[in-house]
């Protein structure tokens, strides 16, 4: 094709007018009149789009420094759910789906994940997402083993990412208050920290075969993963696949006391440790930290301030608080330490909930942007479910348990340390 001198001149005359002439941009563009530019926004996408995936997805689009992108889910009908949802609910009109999360983490344009699948896909979610360089906002508990749980902490320190668990309760004003009484003192010596737990149950066996689905309508083997195969049932994808050992973290424990446990590690200031030891009574579980405080992981005998509870006490007084936002101390005089934030039925007068995670979400943005440590990083959320973990097994296999925090081995048991790990299902070995 021959270009004559005619065109040349008009072309560049075309383009001297052009950037001469006035250009006009919405204000929002420029993140003026109280918006945020886009070029300032974090972009996201989920990894699992299910219940719990929406109720925190709902908090991240309630900031105004979140772009949402995309939604990933072996489900059609979830992540076309969510894409539907967003688009009624928020007005977001670029919504692209995926089936295989690894397409979604080749994304350029995606700054961080919020990961919310079955508890057996957190770690090799996240996994892939730091390798990726994706800052993770990661549902508990982190991973289901000892080993896999260290190996998280350590790949997320290998590639410099921002990672926050999900136990939004660490965030949470009234768990805060209960935390800093037992760690300033005001409770006279930590005897004893009390975590709320569900019953605890294992199932070994599998549920009947069902007719496998359309790969499109539900990916059964990507469902699966990384854990051991198994024939199909709709049971497991509606949300049945708890307490199932190759799923669950552990016997259940891990559904309410990587929350608990995690806040008693925080009041006992061994975050980044574990109890020394660990044996069970029933379906009560107990561990001992090296300072001698005692920790008692039970599902019932609470106050009824609302799930999640945790209790700390010390020689000369005691807090309990839960999911309501209330909280009860002894002796009276301890009110005075409540200050203005609670009301006068100990309940806390912002009226935040413990399933509440926006004030999480908005440390983990914070830090995505400062790249400092959100409250929960992975270090020590590692820590927490490395000790739900110890005292899991000690239930499973019935007897006590030593354990050494230095190097996450248990101590004169062989048939314990070979449980901290598990054989991962070819593609997914990490």
Known sequence: ???????VISAVSFGAAYFVSPLFLPSKVLGRDGN???SNKITLGIIGAGGRGRHDLKRFLAQPDVQFLAACDVQKDRREGCKNWVEKNFGITQCNLYRDFRELLCRRDIDAVLIATGDHWHAHASIYAAQAGKDIYSEKPCAITIDLCRQLANTIKRYGV????GTQRRSL???KTAVELARNGKLGKLKEVHAATYYLKVIYDWLPAQELPDPEVINWDFWLGPSPWRPYNVEYVRGGWRAHYDFDSGAKFHDWAAHTVDLCQWAVGADGSAPIKYWSDGHVLYGLYGNGVKLVARPNGWMGLGNCAVRFEGDVGWVETGDSGKIAVFPDSLRSELANDFGIYGKRRDGTHGEDPETHIRNFLDCVKTREQPVCNADIIC?????CHAAALSWLLQRELKFDPKTDNFINDQQANKLKTRAWRAPWVV
């Not at 921002?162 to 668990?165: K, L």
């Not at 820590?383 to 000790?387: G, Q, R």
């Open 162 to 165: 921002i990672f926050q668990g």
């Open 383 to 387: 820590s927490t479910h490395i000790a």
């Open 36 to 38: 945020i530019a886009p």
């Open 173 to 175: 004003g009234n768990f």
């Open 1 to 7: 094709m021959k270009i004559s001198r005619r065109d």
